[in-house]
């Protein structure tokens, strides 16, 4: 089954870059997620990345993918103070409705 | 630009009663799902829902739980006995269907406290 694992607070000067980080267990996960949640919002789609792929970049954010070590992370360059925020890592399998989240990650971006 | 809505934002119950959460998907989706995220816990697949019928559900998705389409917008969770475990923040969300990536779009939650 799927089980998706996150460390829980990170803490990140404005303008430095900040990194979080995810871990899963599902071979056969398909598509991986990141979502962020703003304060009384919902969650919000940022990035993906499919299994066959390694890196992917989207304007400040850079999404890793290690399969063997089913290690996912997100590096958000430049970080704002719009970037405080909790963010989400997700999987999904292909034919699998379901979408499987880590507990959240909140980054807390310092002026 | 269109967006899953929910309502109520905050529901608070006694234990025992029933509880209806709404939400109304994107427009021309056709797939639909509930998640819920009891506090400092994960969010939790509960149900997906697709052509007026469940599609998948977790273990968590009890006989106390059941949702429902009942026109052609919204989308409803109703719990049907509420137990203090069901204190949680529940995410309705949906997506296209018609092919491609199929992204999942949340809405912002209810978070919903059962004493």
């Known amino acids: 089954g799927e089980d998706v694992e996150q460390s829980l607070f990170l803490s990140v000067r404005e303008g430095d870059s900040s990194v979080i980080n995810c871990t899963y267990t599902?071979?056969?996960?398909?598509?991986l997620y990141w979502y962020k949640q703003e304060p009384g919002a919902g969650l919000q789609l940022l990035t993906y990345?499919?299994?066959?792929?390694d890196m992917k970049q989207d304007q400040r954010l850079t999404v890793l993918l290690n399969k063997k070590d089913k290690h996912l992370s997100l590096r958000i360059a430049d970080t704002q103070t719009g970037d405080s925020a909790i963010y989400f890592c997700?999987?999904?399998?292909?034919?699998?409705?379901?979408?499987?989240f880590g507990k959240g990650n909140q980054v807390v971006v310092i002026p | 630009e269109p967006e899953v809505t929910q309502t109520p934002s905050h529901q608070v119950t006694q234990m025992g009663q029933e509880v209806i959460l709404r939400c109304v998907p994107i427009?021309?989706?056709?797939?639909f799902y509930w998640y819920r995220q009891i506090l400092g816990q994960k969010v939790e697949f509960l149900v997906s829902?697709?052509?007026?019928?469940?599609?998948?559900k977790s273990e968590i998705f009890d006989d106390q739980f059941s949702v429902e389409r009942p026109d052609g917008s919204n989308f409803t969770l109703k719990i049907r006995s509420t137990k203090l475990e069901d204190s949680a923040m529940y995410f309705c969300?949906?997506?296209?269907?018609?092919?491609?990536?199929?992204?999942?779009?949340f809405g912002p939650g209810t978070r919903l406290l059962v004493l």
């Open positions: 990345i499919f299994s066959n792929m």
């Open positions: 969300a949906s997506r296209g269907g018609q092919g491609g990536l199929e992204t999942q779009y």
């Open positions: 427009s021309n989706h056709l797939y």
């Open positions: 997700a999987e999904s399998t292909y034919g699998n409705n379901r979408l499987a």
């Open positions: 599902d071979s056969s996960s398909t598509y």
């Open positions: 829902f697709y052509n007026n019928e469940i599609s998948e």
